[in-house]
């Protein structure tokens, strides 16, 4: 069998970061198309009140996935590290540790996402026109949530071992899916926020099943074996030690981004959609540095297992590079094209004010961003999630929550809510910069924060 995976520790560092980033960006693309292609939909078919009500919900959703695929991130780690170091034992028990804790958390996940629904909506303030759809489209959401689960984790091993070609594939085929499935439940079957919500479900369980079936068929170590599914103590113990960090940081900065959609509720279900849309724009103009971040965190982990210190800093180092030229393109032509674009996705002039507001005054600090999305990735990398965890939380959670609440009761209004994302990445920036430099890369022995 041809193989997928590919070595790291070797050959130009630019070339490899490129040729695990590009198909990365795709799949991340495509990635976007579910949730922003059922706005769309809703937004065009149906109404601003079911704009709202889906775009709203990605704070609740976030809280509870961003925790599971934080767990697949320190999964993602251990696994590229022992690639790196030819432990194909270790390899094999890593992954289908892996798999048996997502099957765990996907059971955790529908419970709690559905016995959680109604109290969430009502603690953000949603406002009544738009609570009953929201209140549909997290139950079926939720209902389904393992669907994504899977595929985070079985694309996060591949990943781990330099296959991004594979889960590409599959992301491409399932988003196509749901925009079919959204036209045909919302336009053929003049369903509402319940079609949109099912063509995604639907669309992630066939995502999750072909990647499954591609890890049954893969010669490698890091083949799924069924009667090797099993929790091995030393795999788990590590995939928590790094892994857990990440998915409390990604679950509490996802739960302070309900307290922020809670100001941004304050506005109105126009705001609301405008934010909606913004948060739809601004996610696909990070995909480029996302990818370049993951890719460095796969680069950083094969290469530290390697021990190979000095390549790993050049990696970070060219990842800085790269993400800057990506992210003043792509920031660039979303400030310029800003009207535009939002009246892709809806027709109501007010919703369209607010979200070129949003885009205009949070599009010039995406360069502050960038900073702490590469190096926290790199951190992680090398087996540091504390940090970056603390550093986030900090920066994401407990300042941006204070500044929200000075802000507020100063009166500064709109504007002010709008900021509340720049301040806080540009603190993120400084300190995950001091973390970095005094992590394992730049000394032998390991620190604490």
Known sequence: MKR?????????????LLQF????????????LYNTVDTMVVGQFVGKEAQAAVGSTGSIINTVVGFCSGLATGATVVISQR????DDTGLSHAVHTSLVLTFILSVLATILGLLFIDPMLRFMATPEDVMQEAHIYLFIYFSGVSGVLFYNMGSGILRAVGDSRRPLIFLILSALLNTVLDLVFVLG???KVDGVAYATIISQIISALLILFALMREDGAYGLRIKKLWIERDSLSQILKIGMPT???SAVTA?????????VNEFGSACMAGNSIYGKIDAFAMIPLQAISMSSTTFV???WGAKKSRRTREGVNTALIMSFVSTLILGSAVFILAPYIVRLFSPDMEVVEYGVRFIRIVTPFYLVMLVHAILSGALRGVGDATGPTIIMLASFVAFRQVYLAVTKSMGLGFVAVALAYPVGWALCGVLMTIRYRKSVLFREKTISF
């Open 255 to 263: 739960f302070s981004n309900v307290f922020v959609q809670s100001y």
């Open 21 to 32: 980033a590009v198909p990365l960006t795709i799949g991340l693309l495509f990635q976007q």
């Open 4 to 16: 997928r995976d590919a070595d790291m520790t070797q050959g130009s560092i630019m070339g490899h």
């Open 301 to 303: 982990g094969q290469n």
């Open 247 to 249: 998915a409390i940081q």
């Open 189 to 191: 079957f003049h369903m």
């Open 83 to 86: 690639y790196g170091a030819k």
